[in-house]
Structure formats: structure tokens, C-alpha cells
């Protein structure tokens, strides 16, 4: 399964052959709820094939639903299903995601990807990771509030082979009580070394591969021994002081997240003050703005810096990326797209910040706030 936070910044920028196919469908985790699941998906496809022959009839539309076909018949992937799926196609490009957060059904066959769902679940202010860690092993989560599910981890088996052979040939001489002793003290030693070893590397695969790209934080849930050495070989700066001390296999994934959600909201009440506090500061001097038609300027010409978004908030209309102009529409009229989604997207495409904040956390009523690189 694609990693969906180092898939993401890709689509946005690259550019891929048309037609580009994306389909949207809330699902569901447990018995009997998600048998219906993969029937819903093939009516989705089903309305993907139709769209694909009414816009391109000269495209071979057989060749772009193939992988949605092995999909639908895939029986272990749909018993393995969360909260929802996003799967996007183009000739040469298939991906699938399982989402921690349900998504309205949609199916779009146009000349670029429709990404904006993607976008409210990525931008989301309360998610966070959890490293699970022993000697031997590491699972790693991805939570929120409400949700909290497991990641493939890149190196669940990364830890050394064993060196037990080279211990007994060096110290496998002299006389028993002082072999007995050094021998117990070297495997000691070497079972420090290759854990230390073995955190090295499982830290600097979750830096490189999901801190770094998401910029989430941290928390670390392992027994207490384990704690020490890990944060002094760690070079995470995502890391969080406060940690679990039990290792996940001892917790229901929804104990998990109830004890983690406890050490993660004074962290994300925190950050979604500062933010706020930021923006008060800065419309003053006009460094910031919650006017629609300024924000969607300054974000065309690459202005904003970091942009709040109200959840569950919609203004249909169509935005220019290349002149900032916006004209509000009906959302019923196909053609028209959600605003705040557009300018949201304009934002990180040009190395800007948009964080998605509850309704109520919101310091303005218009529906976004943005902070500017430099006054306007």
C-alpha cells in the first residue's frame, strides 16, 4: 500500500497523462459492515468506465480499469479496509490508499487528478504517529482523535542477524566458571549493541520516510528500559517528550489511541493557539488576511506562508491560480469546485502550510485565515 503523505506532494506538482482517474468511497473496518464495500467500489469503477467512455471514446479504457478489476477482486485487501479509499489512475499510474477518515463517494475522470479530499485529511491539525518498539520489532500507528490505525513500517525486520557463533569462538576457552561469565557478559553486550543497532536504523527509516514528510508528531510506546537508548541514538526531532511506557501489542487499538489522544491534545491545543495567535498579530500589520478575495491573491502569487482552513466548511465557486480571481458559483453546477480547497492546494504547491482547524478554534468566521510571508 502507497505511502499516501510521500504520494502527496508529488501529485500536486507532477504532471501526469490524461485521462487521470479518481475515485473516492467511504468504507468500513469491521464485519458485517464492509461486505458491501466491494460492491459499492464496483459500481464506483462502473461509473468510472462510463465518464471514461462519454470524455475520451478513443482511450483504451480497458487497459486503465484492469487495476481497478484486480482490486475489486482482491478478498484480502477488503478485509483489511478503515474509515475510507482513494485510489487514482492514469496510463502507467495506479494508487490506493486506505483512509483513517470517510470520504463522500466520487468518481472523476478529467485531465488531472481530483485531490482535495486527500488534502483535508492530510492538513488535518490532530494527527499523530506512534512507534511501537522492543529489541526485535517495530509497528508503527498513524492516529487522530477519533481513529488510529497501523502503517507498513518499510523495516519491520531490520534488526541484525544474530552474532552468536563469533561469541563462542572467542571466548569459548579456558576454564568453565570464567567462560560461563565472559560469555554471558559478551552476549549481553552484543544484544545491546544490535538493539542499539537495530533503533539506529528504525529511527532513521521513520525521519526519513514519515516524520519528515508529514511533520506529525511522535510518541514513543515501549517498555521502560527501552525508552533511554532509543531517544539517546534518536535524531527524530519529532519526537515527543511525553511517551507511552507499555509496548502496543499489550493495548486494544482503541486503548491505544484513547491513552496517546491524552498525550497529543494539550500538544495540538497548543500548536492551534499559537496559530491563531500568529494571525492575530499579523492582520494588524497586514501580514494576514480572512478576506477571501485577498487570501486567494496572495496565495496565486505565492504570499502565504501558512493558511487555516474551517473544517467542513464549502465555498463553491471557481479559483484562477494564475491571477488570484475568484468567482462564487453554485456547487450543484459539475464544473465548480470547492474554494477554500483550491486555494489550499495553490498554498502548498507553492511551499506554503495549510492546517485544517475545527470550526470552533477558528479566529475568523469567513472561513480561512492567512498568515503572509511578508506584509501585503
Given amino acids: 500500500m502507497a505511502s499516501l503523505a510521500d504520494d502527496y506532494p508529488r501529485l500536486l506538482s507532477g504532471r501526469h497523462e490524461p485521462p487521470c482517474l479518481s475515485l473516492y468511497q467511504?468504507?468500513?473496518r469491521v464485519h458485517p459492515d464492509n461486505q458491501q464495500d466491494p460492491i459499492r467500489f464496483r459500481n464506483l469503477v462502473k461509473a468510472l468506465a462510463d465518464s471514461l467512455l462519454r470524455k475520451y471514446p478513443a482511450r483504451d479504457g480497458a487497459a486503465l480499469l484492469a487495476p481497478f478489476e484486480a482490486l475489486a477482486a482482491d478478498h484480502d485487501f477488503w478485509n483489511h479496509t478503515l474509515d475510507g479509499l482513494a485510489v487514482l489512475a492514469a496510463p502507467g499510474f495506479f494508487r490506493a490508499w486506505r483512509l483513517q477518515r470517510p470520504v463522500a463517494e466520487l468518481t472523476v475522470v478529467a485531465d488531472s487528478f481530483h485531490t482535495k479530499p486527500l488534502m483535508r485529511i492530510l492538513q488535518s491539525a490532530d494527527r499523530y504517529h506512534i512507534l511501537g518498539l522492543n529489541r526485535h520489532e517495530a509497528r508503527?500507528?498513524?492516529g487522530n482523535r477519533d481513529a488510529i490505525?497501523?502503517?507498513d513500517l518499510a523495516i519491520d525486520s531490520a534488526a541484525p542477524a544474530p552474532v552468536r557463533e563469533r561469541a563462542t569462538r572467542?571466548?569459548?576457552?579456558?576454564?568453565?566458571?570464567?567462560?560461563?561469565r565472559h560469555g554471558t557478559d559478551l552476549k549481553q553486550a552484543m544484544r545491546d549493541r544490535e538493539t542499539e543497532h537495530f533503533f539506529r536504523t528504525?529511527?532513521?527509516?521513520?525521519l526519513e520516510h514519515y516524520s519528515r514528510p508529514t511533520g506529525l508528531p511522535l510518541l514513543l510506546a515501549a517498555l521502560p528500559e527501552h525508552h533511554r537508548l532509543f531517544r539517546g541514538i534518536s535524531r527524530n526531532p519529532m519526537l515527543a517528550a511525553d511517551a507511552l511506557d507499555v509496548h502496543p501489542d499489550d493495548l486494544s487499538l482503541d486503548q491505544l489511541r484513547t491513552r496517546a489522544w491524552a498525550l497529543?491534545?494539550?500538544w495540538y491545543l497548543a500548536r492551534l493557539a499559537k496559530l491563531v495567535n500568529a494571525f492575530e498579530a499579523?492582520?494588524?500589520k497586514r501580514a494576514g488576511s480572512?478576506?477571501?478575495h485577498e487570501v486567494a491573491k496572495a496565495a496565486a502569487a505565492g504570499q502565504v506562508a501558512t493558511l487555516l482552513i474551517e473544517a467542513d466548511r464549502i465555498i463553491p465557486g471557481r479559483f484562477d491560480p494564475a491571477d488570484g480571481s475568484v468567482v462564487e458559483a453554485n456547487l450543484a453546477d459539475p464544473e465548480v469546485d470547492d474554494l477554500l480547497d483550491d486555494i489550499g492546494e495553490r498554498v502548498i504547491a507553492t511551499g506554503g502550510e495549510v492546517v485544517i482547524v475545527p470550526a470552533a478554534r477558528m479566529p475568523t468566521i469567513t472561513g480561512l485565515a492567512a498568515i503572509y510571508r511578508f506584509p501585503g
Fill in 26 to 28: 467511504p468504507t468500513h
Fill in 140 to 142: 508503527l500507528f498513524e
Fill in 290 to 292: 480572512d478576506d477571501l
Fill in 149 to 151: 490505525a497501523e502503517v
Fill in 282 to 284: 499579523a492582520r494588524p
Fill in 202 to 206: 528504525i529511527d532513521a527509516d521513520v
Fill in 170 to 180: 572467542v571466548y569459548g576457552s579456558g576454564a568453565l566458571g570464567a567462560t560461563t
Fill in 264 to 266: 497529543v491534545e494539550p
